[in-house]
C-alpha cells in the first residue's frame, strides 16, 4: 500500500503546531474545547474530513486533532518581512475559533509569537525580533476625552498618516512616545525597521510613520527617466519648444536633437519633492544624480529619511526653520484719532456709488515664508544657501516644515535652481500645491514675467535670483491623484480622438483604426487628464505649455478609485 503525500504546512501552520505540541494536555483540551464552542460547524467538518483522518494515522495525534486542523486552516496565510519584523495582514487571528483562544487568560500566547517569529527569520540572516498586524491608516486620530460621537468636526485629521491602528504583539515596548514632538532619546529607542525595493533601501518606525510597498511600480518608472534626461540635455539650452513624446505619432516635427554624451545630463539639476515622507521617491531621483530638495512635516519621516539616505550612500542634511518668536510686550496704545469726515455721495441716492473706488483684491498675494524671527531667519537662510550653492553640498536637503512655505523659501534664497522634477505625493490629492509646484519650474509666474536660470534682483521679478526651468528645455510635475475608474480611459480599450481611435495591440504598441459610432458614444465622455492640462493652460496663459505626457495608473487605492500619477511637461514660450 503506498505510503500517503506528506502534509505541507506553511512556516505560521508549522508554529502554531509547535506551540500546540507544547502545551500541557490539560490546556490543550482546554482550547480544543473553545474551538468547538467558537466554530462547532467548521470542527464537525474537519472531523469527517479525509485529511484529518489521514493526519490522525501519519502522526499519531489525539482526538483533538478536529479542532487544531481548525486552528492551522485558519492561521494567517501570508506575511511581509521588514527586517527585524514580521508584518501579518489586517484579517490575521479573527476567525471565531482563534478570536477564542486568544482571549482565554489563562493560556500563554507569548510562546506563540516566538514560535512565529523564528519560522518565518531568514535562514541565515538575523532572527525577526517584532510581530505585529497590520491595519488601515485612519483618516482621523480618535476621539478625545468630551468629543462626542458623530462630532467629526472635533476630530483631528491624521495629517502624518500614522498607523495608530498597527496592532503590536511581541517585541514592542508598552508605551510609545509622543508622534508629533519626539526628543531625540524617543527616536534613538524606537523600532526602526527597512526594505529594498529596486535596489534602494527604505527605512521607517513603523508605530509612528506608513509605508506603502504599492508605490514600488512608480520608483521603478521614476528610475527611467535617466534616458529622457540625456535626450532632453542633448538639446541647446536656448531651444525652442522639445520634448520626447511617450509614441512615434506623436512626434513633433521640429525636433531636432544635438548629441553630446559626455555631457551629465542631471548635473547642477535639482528635483522638488513636496511632500518626502521617508525618501520614497527622493531617493530615486538621487539615484539618478539630481539633487533633491525636499519637504516633510512628520519628524519621524524625516529621521527615516535622514537614516534612509545614509543606508543608500547619499549625503544628506536636515534643516529645521527657527521656530516664530513672540513679540515684545509693549504698553497698551492711546485710541486712535476719529476718522476724518467721509465725503458726502452726490446723489441722495443711498445706494449711489461713492466718489473713491476701493482698491481691487490683490490678485497675487504676497508669498508668506511664516513668522521667523529676522536675525534667526537669516541665518537660516544664509545655511540653507550655502548648502545648496555649494557642489559639493549634501545631496539631499530636508526641510523639516509645512510645504506650505515652499515657494517663499526658494524666492527669498537668491541662488539659481534648475528644477527638472518636482513630486507632489500625496493622496486622495495633491491640488492644493500644483500651483507652487508650476512656479517652481516657471519662475515669475505669479509676478506675470517669467525668467530663465539665475541672474536678476528682486526688481519684481518673482525670484530674486533663482531660476528653475531653463527656456525651452521643460522639466516634470509628478502629481499624484485619486481618480474614480469611470474618469480614466480603459486600458487596453480604445481612446476615441476625432474620428479615430488608436489602440494597443499585443506587444502594447499603439495602432491606428477607425472606430465606429457605438464605440465612440461608449467612450468616457470628459478624462480627468483633460481638466489637468486645462487648468495648467489657465494658469500659464501664453507664456509656456503645460501637457499631460502620460497618466500612470500606480495601484487601486479604493473600490473604483485608482491611485494615478500625471506627468505633466512644462516649457516656456
Known sequence: MPRPPKIKYSPVQRAVISWLDSLPTPLLESVANQVRSADPESVANQASSADTKQQVRSTGKDEHDDARQVLLDRAPKRWVIYEPMALLPSNSFTAPAWRAVLSSPTLPKEPLWTSILRELSPPRGPFLTHLAINEGIPLHLQKKAGQTEGDETAAEENLFRAPTNLQPLHGFPASIPSTTSPSPADLDAALWVSTKQNGLVQTWAPQHTMFSRGNVKEKARLLEFRDRHAQLASQDPPSAYQYTPRHPEDQDPTWAAASSPQRNPTKGKWAVDLYAGIGYFAFCYAALGLRVLCWEVSPWSVEGLRRGAAANGFSVRVFSPPPPSSPPSAPPSPPPPPPPPQPQPSSSSSDA???????????????????????????????LGNEISNPHGAQIIVLHESNTHALARLHRLHHPLRVLHVNCGFLPTSRPVWRDALEMVMPGLRAGRCRGSGGGGGDGDFGGGWGGAWPGAGAWLHLHENVPDEELTPRPKP?????MMSVYNKKGVREAARSTPEEEEAAPPVMRQEEVQGLFKEWMGDKGRARVEHVERVKTYAPGVMHCVFDVFITRN
Open 353 to 383: 456709488a461713492p466718489d473713491i473706488a476701493p482698491p481691487p483684491p490683490e490678485e497675487n498675494p504676497p508669498l508668506d515664508d511664516g513668522p521667523l524671527d529676522e536675525s534667526a531667519s537669516a541665518s537660516f537662510y544664509a545655511a
Open 495 to 499: 481612446v476615441v480622438m476625432e474620428g
